[in-house]
């Protein structure tokens, strides 16, 4: 017979010892014992086997815990501690022994049957449970795709395949609305060991996604031509990506960018219609705030760097343009070159200074 698992739950593999049991309760004989026997045990363990197959368990790892449950219930029958007891498996032929004895399942109580079946299952689960962690944690800085299964207030749970991963509110980009059974991308973030199962912990707010689905759209960042410096970002309003080449025959901004927009317009897309500005990237503070404020021109800019303050003045009729919309580019410059900014323009520095002079 084949017994799978299902879920997150041991299935009946126990059904094949308690069919034994009963079987050996109605037929008698030594040689019918035997073959009972046998056949019991290969059922028994080709139930596990095809369990653990499901859920990813290695076989020996498997073997292990079929010993420690199978010592479990043999204690248990005999009144004894379970650690001194030695269990062999004979993977080929189901046989089955402990303490020199080859050992009938069907002749366990009932007691000790529930032992054996609750030791398997928490040795299986936390083996399962490790496993999970691994394989997540090995992909913590990845965009990682799953569906949407199912909400508990305004997180989102997300059906990774081996496990369950949440994006909570505060990860959640702002005006996104989501829907059981869609198709999800996110980064992420962490996967931390619980009592349960592990936390996987996934953000769609984060300036490392952006990076990531950057890196995922442009093939030379993956070949170290271009790189990622700074991103500064208000998650589904707009970014700014400062790139450097390490080839000077390479642009960075029109690489990104892509023929016709392509490759930007992938990431915006993803990002739900975020905008997506790049920057030239400059190691002086100067040239890299400038380039930040871009399309408008600067025409000087004034450090004090123990204060982190700059005073930038651009062209009377760009005033607005290097502000930005509710002050968003100024904002996102400011992020980016880690200093507060103070633009003004031509016409508004001599009124000032007029105003003071009074």
């Not at 503070?285 to 651009?314: D, I, M, W, Y």
């Amino acid at each position: 017979m084949r017994v799978v698992a299902q879920g997150d739950h041991v299935v009946s593999y126990v059904r094949v010892w308690k069919e034994g049991r009963e079987v050996h309760s109605r037929e008698g004989g030594r040689e019918n014992a035997r073959r009972r026997r046998k056949t019991m045990n290969i059922e028994f363990i080709e139930a596990l086997e095809e369990m653990a197959k499901e859920k990813g368990i290695p076989r020996e790892d498997l073997y292990a815990a079929i010993r420690k449950g199978l010592a479990a219930a043999f204690a248990e029958e005999h009144g004894l501690d379970d650690e001194d007891i030695d269990v062999e498996i004979d993977q080929h032929s189901g046989d089955i022994t402990i303490r020199g004895q080859r050992i009938d399942l069907a002749k366990f109580g009932r007691i000790a049957t529930k032992k054996a079946e609750e030791t398997i299952r928490q040795e299986i689960v936390q083996r399962r449970r490790e496993i999970v962690h691994g394989l997540f944690a090995s992909r913590v800085g990845e965009v990682i795709s799953g569906s949407i299964h199912r909400f508990e207030g305004k997180s989102v749970w997300v059906n990774l395949g081996e496990a369950e991963a949440i994006l909570p509110e505060a990860e959640r980009i702002p005006g996104e609305r989501y829907h059981a059974g869609e198709r999800l991308r996110a980064y992420l973030v962490s996967v931390e060991e619980t009592q349960g199962d592990p936390r996987i912990l996934l953000s769609r707010t984060r300036k490392e996604f952006v990076a990531a689905l950057m890196r995922l759209e442009v093939p030379e960042m993956e070949e170290g031509i271009l790189v990622i410096r700074a991103i500064a970002r208000e998650p589904g309003r707009r970014s700014k990506v400062a790139v450097e080449s390490l080839d000077r025959n390479v642009d960075p901004v029109g690489t990104c960018v892509g023929a016709g927009g392509a490759r930007v317009r992938m990431v915006t897309r993803e990002l739900s219609g975020e905008k997506i500005d790049l920057v030239r990237w400059s190691d002086d503070l100067v040239q890299l705030l400038k380039n930040g404020l871009e399309p408008a021109r600067v025409l000087s800019v004034e450090l004090n760097e123990e204060t982190r303050k700059a005073k930038v003045v651009v062209p009377d009729d760009e005033l607005s343009l290097a502000i930005g919309k509710g002050g968003q580019n100024v904002r996102l410059t400011a992020k980016l070159v880690g200093y507060d900014i103070d633009v003004t323009s031509p016409s508004e520095s001599a009124a000032a200074a007029a105003a003071a002079a009074v």
